[in-house]
């Protein structure tokens, strides 16, 4: 018998469970649908020459999209923890302890003291639902706060189809207003379906050099020894997820039209851009700038928004829609009500060895480096650091141009980001004490090295191979993408 695909069989299932369309209702059900490591720049819903995400283009044109959306932090702990709570990484402090470098025993956690977006929604009268396929972020670390149903699944292909179904289910068993969130992984882990017909393949090769950093990763984890390959099995990736997710959206539409529909990622991928790959390392462009399209109540239908958004307004947009005030700290502002002020975006990398911050106004992005600290250490800010300044907020970061800025001008930035941070660190000590950290557990080691931000390599402080199904990381009937030939 023929094959049939495998987001066909998704796609059947969601319309087999669908039930007639409910009337609609006040108020409406919120469906976050984060998508891991997926950079706007690989998808062709962001004008992308290879067309990865053709059902999510079409469907975009019912929605708004969000044309230079950045996330506010280069991996998913912190980023999901400012999609959560609506703080900035300084503000909320869930950063670091996840690397080869927790020999000093200390995680980071999400703080209980910080009120998240399930549990205001929880507070007036929302069901509560994540499908997490991230195992890296639980219960544990404080994850699930506000979550009536918080269920860790894995972190391979079968758990992203499960994910997706898991979301349509829950939308379609509610009896009153719920907030679901769909994590999808398939992108972070470079694994395809078995027999699925490759769409994307590149001519050239450009080697992978072992000195680039996480070169030895692509090398050993990956199996990849030249960078078109990786870029094309990634694209591949994504057009998997858009098939799975384009059939979501579009069957919730369908049968739940009083839905607000959020698609978007927590972080992108480098591919060689800057001499290295993956992702957690820097605050490139290739990481920062990621999707974000909404469709449903109060949101307009093909509309493009061209000023610079970022993942902290997601709590206030989504509590705008519901119509409930956000909490008092929220750094974020509704992207539906709008402001006179201009959007100030602000990152921060605080994992591995040093510490990495910028600001991006529509005019440009600083971004300052500072040294490595000593490692096994939780890197702390300095007095100095290196400057670099880019003329597009959201282009290609090709060439510094710092001294394209008059001294004051620099210096009125500079001031800026210092005031954001300050700011920030002033917030998270108001509300923790300054400390969040508890001691990390073996079976969380694991958990991480599963997803590879456990380095056994003594070099590496960041992402290595995706999640697994076996102990080879791969689903069972699911094909590695790397290999010698590769």
Not at 253 to 282: C, K, M, Q, V, W
Request: net charge negative; proline share 7%; aromatic share 8%.
């Amino acid at each position: 018998m023929r094959k049939v695909a495998l987001w066909a069989v998704i796609a059947g299932a969601l319309a087999w469970v669908a039930c007639a369309p409910p009337e609609p209702r006040e108020p409406p059900h919120v469906l976050l649908i984060v998508v891991d490591t997926l950079r706007a720049d690989h998808t062709s819903l962001y004008g992308y020459e290879r067309d990865t995400t053709p059902h999510l283009r079409k469907l975009a044109r019912e929605g708004t999209i969000f044309a230079r959306h950045l996330v506010n932090a280069p991996w998913t702990k912190p980023s999901v923890a400012s999609i959560l709570t609506g703080l900035l990484p300084p503000a909320h402090g869930s950063q670091w302890g996840d690397f080869n470098r927790v020999a000093e025993g200390a995680v980071d956690v999400l703080a209980e003291s910080f009120e998240t977006l399930p549990e205001v929604l929880q507070r007036h009268g929302y069901t509560t639902v994540a499908m997490m396929t991230n195992t890296t972020i639980t219960p544990e670390i404080g994850y699930a706060q506000g979550f009536d149903r918080f269920e860790q699944i894995g972190a391979d292909l079968t758990s992203d189809r499960r994910s997706v179904l898991g979301a349509f289910e829950a939308l379609n068993a509610a009896s009153g207003p719920t907030f679901v969130w769909c994590h999808v992984m398939a992108p972070h882990n470079y694994v395809l379906p078995k027999g699925r017909k490759r769409v994307f393949e590149s001519e050239t090769r450009t080697p992978i050099l072992r000195r680039e950093y996480y070169g030895p990763k692509m090398w050993n984890s990956y199996g990849f020894r030249f960078r078109e390959p990786a870029i094309d099995v990634y694209d591949e990736t994504v057009r998997w997820v858009d098939q799975g997710v384009g059939a979501l959206v579009r069957r919730v539409r369908e049968t739940h039209p009083n839905t607000l529909i959020l698609f978007t990622s927590d972080h992108g991928e480098e591919f060689g851009e800057h001499g290295g790959y993956l992702h957690a390392r820097t605050l490139h462009s290739e990481i920062l700038h990621v999707p974000l399209v909404m469709w449903g109540p109060g949101v307009p239908r093909g509309r493009v928004v061209d000023e610079l958004s970022q993942s902290i307004d997601l709590l206030p947009t989504v509590l705008d829609v519901v119509g409930v005030e956000p909490p008092a700290e929220v750094q974020g502002r509704s992207l539906l009500s709008g402001g006179e002020d201009e959007p100030i975006v602000y990152a921060e990398k605080r994992n591995g060895r040093n510490l990495m911050r910028a600001v991006l106004t529509h005019d440009g992005k600083l971004l300052e480096s500072q040294p490595d600290g000593t490692p096994g250490r939780k890197p702390a800010k300095g007095d100095e650091g290196t400057w670099h300044y880019f003329e597009d907020p959201v282009g290609p970061d090709r060439e510094s141009r710092l001294g394209a800025l008059a001294p004051d001008e620099l210096t009125r930035r500079q001031a800026r980001l210092e005031a954001i941070w300050s700011d920030s660190v002033a917030l998270f000590e108001a509300r923790t004490g300054g400390e969040s950290q508890r001691a990390i557990r073996d079976e969380e080691i694991e958990a991480l090295r599963a997803l590879g931000y456990v380095d056994d390599e003594a070099s590496g402080d960041g992402p290595g191979r995706g999640g697994s199904g076996d102990e080879t990381g791969q689903d069972p009937g699911d094909e590695p993408v790397g290999g010698a030939s590769s």
